[in-house]
């Protein structure tokens, strides 16, 4: 059973560009988080979605991100016109549907992206 | 809101010795939280967690102590390796159906052999 796969680890763009991150939950998994992490701090939740759906985007900022989830696919963190502070490590999670029962989040390898 | 924070930014321990690293969190209706280790370039790894209406949780080499009065938790960890050495977070999730984590900003962990 494979472990949340994030593509690509690593990402390079140039300020203004369009940076897509993807993540493929673990199998059976409908829950999907995405994260973001600093350098030497911890992670922020951004967004929490199910297949299809946003849940939670309390910590989306909310110009230039959006996130989706379809049907079918991996789920798409994008990033319209980067800047130089979007440069971090996004990390991707998923966990199980148990109902209203909280469970742990199984975390991917992240994407690193670098804005130059 | 939620937050939740480390005492210490660093940790430093012998090979062997036990290990003891602290987090408080300041919302009293999280009911769920989880420590996780981070080794350089990968992502969190889950290791333990504990529900609210708990109080100490073991695994192996690992227990967690919740203290809901004063709201801290720790991660022991007993004879502690080379291969502990690594980022600790404490995270924390907070309203019922909310399932979103907080974390903490982490502690890193030095073995010295």
């Known amino acids: 059973n494979a472990g949340v796969m994030q593509n690509p680890r690593h990402l390079v763009r140039r300020r203004g560009q369009e940076a897509r991150l993807r993540c493929s939950p673990m199998?059976?998994?409908?829950?999907v988080y995405w994260y973001r992490q600093l350098p030497e701090e911890g992670l922020k939740f951004m967004v929490y979605?199910?297949?299809?759906?946003?849940?939670?985007e309390s910590g989306m900022p909310k110009e230039r991100f959006s996130a989706e989830f379809p049907k079918e696919g991996p789920s798409i963190l994008r990033i319209q016109q980067v800047v130089r502070g979007d440069s971090a490590a996004y990390f991707c999670?998923?966990?199980?549907?148990?109902?209203?029962?909280?469970?742990?989040?199984?975390f991917g390898q992240g994407t690193r992206l670098t804005v130059v | 809101g939620e937050s939740v924070g480390l005492h210490l930014p660093t940790l430093s321990v012998q090979e062997g010795d036990n290990s003891i690293i602290n987090c408080a969190y300041s919302?009293?209706?999280?009911?769920?939280f989880i420590w996780y280790k981070q080794e350089s370039g990968k992502g969190p790894q889950f290791i333990i967690d504990?529900?609210?209406?708990?109080d100490k949780r073991q695994g192996q080499r690992v227990t967690v102590l919740l203290n809901k009065t004063v709201k801290h938790l720790s991660l022991q960890i007993a004879a502690t390796q080379p291969g502990d050495s690594a980022v600790y977070f404490c995270?924390?999730?907070?309203?019922?159906?909310?399932?979103?984590?907080?974390f903490g900003s982490g502690t890193r962990l030095q073995v010295q052999p």
């Open positions: 999670a998923s966990s199980p549907d148990r109902g209203r029962v909280n469970t742990e989040a199984f």
């Open positions: 504990i529900r609210s209406n708990m």
């Open positions: 199998k059976g998994h409908s829950h």
């Open positions: 979605l199910q297949k299809e759906n946003i849940i939670d």
């Open positions: 995270a924390a999730m907070g309203d019922t159906g909310r399932r979103a984590l907080t």
């Open positions: 919302n009293s209706a999280s009911d769920y």
